[in-house]
């Protein structure tokens, strides 16, 4: 994708408004023409001219107001189109790239390009188009003018504007650089800010040199060394350069210039009153021309950001028919790496039952929460496969996937809503079938014991603990009814009592599908039916407890480690 790709649905509003801003600034000049017509014959002693001057200055002011107008509306539901399909595109693209992209790319990156570089985008496409279009046809009109009344007249009013043009160029001298720098500083302060919010409870407690408090501080006193020494750099030639093209001080120049030909009777008293008159309209935009670059350099350095975001992989989901119920799932010869890193799974293979409950355990950083993102399919693995019966996951539709598979992850996701549209997305389901799959979560008595039940909303009626919200995504995914229910670390922020009874309804469950457990405490797994280990992201073992006890050095190891050691089940 380019910008000329991305600009593409706007292009012809935009032009057909560029057309009609210049056919504005063109019209504006008619009642200065008029008042020169005016004031020359006046000067000169002539008649005065007709009705039709009046009128053509009546009309060129109207006719100007019209089009300047119908200009801004053009732009600013081009604006309102473009914003509406950019907004989208992100979206989907932040939806389908594989997550690890996404978390990589950062909260500071992804609020620059969604809300900054779209709203740069705005002022771009509704207003500084039209503006820089202005800026151009107003003086460049004036000048054909005047080079039509006298050309020695316009060719003194260019003057002013060729100094005030090469001091502005010389101000902006190396300032592509600076504007990079600037979008960067920008960036940082954005990535500084987000991290200060989300680490705030941590910012409080060990706040000091290095910690999110420190880093935000270093992103705006870097933001503000930068700007100041900009400004410093550029201030003197800026003010130079506004000060040549000075309306007082081109009609100063352009009166002296035209008095001499007046008295030495080269300039005609129209002509003097032309010189006036139009001189200062010719140069002075110059000296509102710096911002609008400036906007026009922000905005197209926002298209280039959204043009290169819009880049990112994109998951591919297929269309091949779902597999017959009960089809296992296998992963083959699987690898996967998050960037440059080391690989987190190498050559894991693993075929799930069709029911029961399996434990996938191991040391943090095994590799356990990468099979649950590849089996989401929140990324695809670098080497191997994994398949749902005969077929890829990556070639079933994501639907299809989705329902055969379910998650509860470590973070729980649940959005400000009822619990009721927390548990069935909004689809219309059977009071029976929530509560049945509440209960079977062991959350049913909570939810009950809300001041609205099964309707009240949270993070704004109440506040659910950590384990609450791990258990509303338990009856949310049971919901469902998939064949693999994946629970990441599910049961950590819960009680024992609650976890035990959570444990129990789990084993109920894997009676109908398979369960599989990923968890690092082995306590909570012991008595899986299956458990496979995973150390350094390769399968190591893959038995029951006491097998694995026996044959495989990593997990006996894990299982020595444990703080409260737990005698063998069974013995
Ligand atoms: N988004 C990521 N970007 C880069 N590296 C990652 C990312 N997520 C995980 N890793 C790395 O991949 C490896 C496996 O991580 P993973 O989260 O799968 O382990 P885990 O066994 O689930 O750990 P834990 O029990 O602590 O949750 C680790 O070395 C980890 O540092």
Redesign the pocket.
């Known amino acids: 994708m380019t910008r000329r790709d991305l600009l593409r649905p706007v292009r012809a509003a935009l032009i057909t408004a560029i057309l009609l801003q210049a056919l504005a600034g063109v019209l504006a000049l008619l009642p200065l023409l008029a008042l020169i017509a005016f004031t020359g014959a006046w000067v000169a002693g002539d008649p005065l001219p007709g009705a039709q001057v009046v009128a053509a200055a009546v009309a060129g002011t109207l006719g100007a107001v019209l089009a300047a107008a119908g200009a801004t509306w053009i732009t600013h539901r081009a604006d309102a189109d473009l914003t509406w399909r950019l907004q989208r595109q992100l979206a989907e693209t932040i939806r389908r790239a594989p997550l690890?992209t996404v978390?990589?790319l950062g909260a500071g990156r992804i609020k620059k390009v969604v809300h900054d570089d779209t709203a740069a985008m705005h002022y771009l496409v509704a207003h500084t188009l039209l503006d820089a279009t202005a800026l151009v046809v107003t003086p460049l009109a004036g000048l054909i003018a005047l080079t039509a009344i006298d050309w020695r007249l316009a060719l003194c009013s260019v003057v002013p504007l060729g100094l005030g043009t090469w001091w502005y160029a010389r101000a902006m001298r190396g300032s592509a650089g600076n504007f990079a720098d600037y979008a960067r500083q920008q960036q940082r302060i954005n990535a500084a800010i987000v991290d200060y919010v989300r680490g705030l409870p941590v910012a409080k407690v060990y706040g000091g040199p290095g910690g999110p408090g420190a880093r935000y501080a270093a992103a705006v006193n870097g933001f503000h060394d930068f700007f100041r020494a900009w400004s410093r750099s550029t201030s003197a030639v800026t003010t130079a350069s506004w000060l040549v093209v000075a309306p007082g001080l081109t009609a100063a120049t352009l009166a002296l210039v035209g008095g001499i030909g007046l008295a030495m009777g080269w300039v005609s008293p129209g002509a003097f009153v032309a010189g006036v008159i139009l001189g200062p309209a010719i140069s002075a935009p110059v000296a509102v021309a710096g911002p609008r670059l400036q906007a026009i350099r922000t905005g197209l350095a926002a298209l280039d950001s959204i043009v290169e975001f819009l880049g990112q992989p994109r998951l591919q989901w297929g269309s091949a028919a779902a597999p017959a119920p009960g089809a296992r799932l296998r992963l083959e010869r699987v690898s996967f790496r998050?960037?440059a890193?080391r690989p987190?799974l190498t050559e894991v293979t693993i075929t799930l039952p069709d029911r029961g409950l399996v434990a996938l355990v191991?040391a943090?950083?095994?590799?356990?929460?990468?099979v649950a993102t590849l089996l989401a399919r929140f990324a695809d693995p670098a080497e191997g496969r994994i398949l749902l019966g005969d077929t890829e996951l990556r070639d079933l539709p994501e639907a299809s996937l989705y329902e055969r598979i379910g998650f509860v992850f470590q973070d729980t996701g649940l959005r400000q809503a009822s619990v009721r549209d927390n548990l069935t997305g909004g689809r219309a389901l059977a009071e029976q079938h929530l509560v049945e799959a509440a209960r079977a979560a062991a959350i049913h008595d909570d939810i009950a014991a809300l001041p609205h039940g099964y309707d009240t909303v949270l993070g704004q009626e109440t506040e659910l603990s950590g384990g609450q919200r791990q258990r509303i995504c338990l009856a949310r995914a049971l919901l469902r009814r998939p064949e693999l229910l994946v629970l990441d670390?599910t049961l950590s922020a819960v009680d024992p009592t609650t976890r035990a009874g959570l444990f129990t309804a789990l084993r109920a469950q894997a009676e109908q599908r398979t369960v599989l457990l990923i968890a690092?405490q082995l306590r909570l797994t012991a008595d899986a039916d299956r458990i496979l280990v995973?150390d350094h992201?390769r399968l190591v073992g893959d038995g029951s407890h006491r097998e694995l006890l026996t044959d495989c050095p990593p997990y006996r190891a894990l299982w020595e480690a444990e703080p409260t050691p737990t005698a063998v089940p069974g013995e």
């Open positions: 690890p978390t990589g998050y960037g890193d987190a191991g943090s950083g095994s590799g356990k929460s990468t670390e690092h995973l992201g």
